[in-house]
């Protein structure tokens, strides 16, 4: 049975191409969602409902249109939702569809660097692992690529989240790997000290 995703487009360069010659000489949007998939291999198994919610760049984008998206998408019964959008406020919008969004499916942002007339466009491949892990059952980080990591590596260095703290469901795996090479806790953030040992978690910082 094929795995229904809600795909909403809200314009941005991964739904771009070449204006007319008559026109602006830049990209335009001009793809729509349908055109969008239908440029991407591997999606057997996944029924895509297409809606195209926007056609803007993603800096035009306003609050409002994301309170809409998120009320769009809690209208769909679906494995999940793929939002695909301009890069420039793509943060932003994620941000504000996961205070939103209170279904039970994910929702997966993506977008492109480049058009579709570009070389090396990478639309077609951020879509597929987009839609890929919409359609996925398996929802946050249990340790996966850790135990991929075990015997390939001779150090780790982890950027861990704020000060130093990792889920607690991928503690097995480090650990694991930590009595076999050396693992170092960084932060994400860019600069600070780790802090280990300051809450009673079973994920210390270290």
Same mark, same amino acid.
């Given at each position: 049975?094929?795995?229904?995703?809600?795909?909403?487009?809200?314009?941005?360069?991964?739904?771009?191409?070449?204006?007319?010659?008559?026109?602006?000489?830049?990209?335009?949007?001009?793809?729509?969602?349908?055109?969008?998939?239908?440029?991407?291999?591997?999606?057997?198994?996944?029924?895509?409902?297409?809606?195209?919610?926007?056609?803007?760049?993603? &800096? =035009?984008?306003?609050?409002? /249109?994301?309170? !809409? *998206?998120?009320? $769009?998408?809690?209208? %769909?019964?679906?494995?999940?939702? +793929?939002?695909?959008?301009?890069?420039?406020?793509?943060?932003?919008?994620?941000?504000?569809?996961?205070?939103?969004?209170?279904?039970?499916?994910?929702?997966?942002?993506?977008?492109?660097?480049?058009?579709?007339?570009?070389?090396?466009?990478?639309?077609?491949?951020?879509?597929?692992?987009?839609?890929?892990?919409? &359609? =996925?059952?398996?929802?946050? /980080?249990?340790? !996966? *690529?850790?135990? $991929?990591?075990?015997? %390939?590596?001779?150090?780790?260095? +982890?950027?861990?989240?704020?000060?130093?703290?990792?889920?607690?469901?991928?503690?097995?795996?480090?650990?694991?790997?930590?009595?076999?090479?050396?693992?170092?806790?960084?932060?994400?953030?860019?600069?600070?000290?780790?802090?280990?040992?300051?809450?009673?978690?079973?994920?210390?910082?270290?």
């Amino acid at each position: 049975m094929a795995v229904r995703v809600a795909l909403f487009t809200l314009g941005g360069t991964i739904a771009m191409a070449p204006g007319p010659a008559s026109g602006h000489p830049g990209a335009v949007p001009a793809l729509s969602g349908r055109q969008l998939l239908d440029a991407v291999p591997g999606l057997d198994g996944i029924d895509a409902e297409v809606h195209d919610f926007r056609q803007l760049p993603s &800096a =035009s984008l306003t609050i409002d /249109d994301v309170y !809409e *998206l998120a009320a $769009a998408i809690g209208d %769909r019964l679906a494995a999940g939702a +793929v939002v695909v959008q301009g890069t420039d406020t793509i943060e932003e919008t994620a941000f504000l569809l996961d205070l939103l969004h209170a279904g039970p499916g994910p929702v997966v942002v993506t977008g492109a660097m480049r058009t579709a007339a570009t070389a090396g466009a990478d639309g077609p491949a951020n879509m597929l692992a987009a839609v890929r892990a919409a &359609a =996925s059952p398996a929802l946050g /980080d249990d340790g !996966e *690529l850790l135990r $991929a990591a075990a015997g %390939r590596f001779d150090g780790l260095v +982890v950027a861990a989240l704020g000060a130093g703290h990792v889920p607690a469901a991928t503690m097995p795996a480090l650990a694991a790997l930590a009595g076999e090479i050396p693992v170092v806790f960084g932060s994400r953030t860019g600069r600070g000290w780790v802090l280990p040992g300051v809450y009673g978690s079973p994920a210390p910082s270290g």
